[in-house]
């Protein structure tokens, strides 16, 4: 059975960062690509970040490229996501996922002043 587990949320205030931690099991981690998501308050899900099986190729969602990074550690098994340079608008629970049908229960990103 597939089991992510989300950590590493917070209240912090814009400018700030945090950093995302995802400990996956049940299933051989380093046979998938990963993906983070989001969902802001009054939202849909949103696709963040994606990685591939070996953590060479990555890609983001126009909005945070170049403020989060995702990787991984497959001897772990953990998946991550640095935030930096909060912003208001990335306020939101964020889900670790193999998609968006087998993802975790969430860790919330609170960025208020």
């Known amino acids: 059975e597939v089991q992510l587990v989300e950590s590493g949320g917070d209240l912090v205030q814009p400018g700030g960062s945090l950093r995302l931690s995802c400990a996956a099991s049940?299933?051989?981690?380093?046979?998938?690509?990963m993906r983070w998501y989001r969902q802001g308050p009054g939202k849909g899900l949103e696709w963040v970040a994606s990685i591939n099986r070996g953590g060479e190729w990555t890609n983001y969602l126009d909005s945070v490229k170049g403020r989060f990074t995702i990787s991984r550690d497959n001897s772990k098994n953990t998946l991550y996501l640095e935030l930096n340079r909060l912003q208001t608008e990335d306020t939101a629970m964020y889900y670790c996922?193999?998609?968006?049908?087998?993802r975790g229960q969430g860790t919330q990103v609170t960025v208020s002043s």
């Open positions: 049940g299933f051989t981690f380093s046979n998938y690509y």
């Open positions: 996922g193999i998609d968006e049908d087998r």
